[in-house]
């Protein structure tokens, strides 16, 4: 293949947020459907490199694939939310917890 060093990053995109991951890293992503121990696939992948070589993916059909495992899903801590105005005795609290999905990145190729 095009990489023979033994240290390979790729950036990845999913959703509106962009990860840079090598083999081996466990990243945290948006909440997906899919059941713990599923494979995925990532299928935006901008841009893979290691110490000499860089390829960017030029188009939505590019050869660079990042595949990676689900390790777990869970929560954020909960964030609490107020709206106020102030001298009309108007307070509201709310409270959110933001899913998230544990993947282990298993190839970068």
Do not use: W
């Amino acid at each position: 293949m095009f990489f023979e060093s033994t240290t390979m990053y790729a950036i990845i995109k999913n959703g509106c947020q962009q990860y840079r991951v090598a083999e081996g890293d466990l990243i945290r992503i948006d909440q997906i459907s899919s059941p713990e121990g599923a494979k995925i696939s990532f299928g935006e992948v901008l841009m893979a490199f290691d110490e000499k070589n860089t390829e960017l993916a030029t188009s939505k059909t590019s050869k660079i694939k990042v595949t990676g495992t689900i390790k777990r899903h869970g929560r954020y801590k909960k964030i609490r939310v107020v709206k106020f105005k102030r001298r009309k005795h108007y307070m509201r609290s709310h409270g959110h917890k933001q899913g998230f999905t544990e993947v282990k990145i298993e190839s970068i190729k």
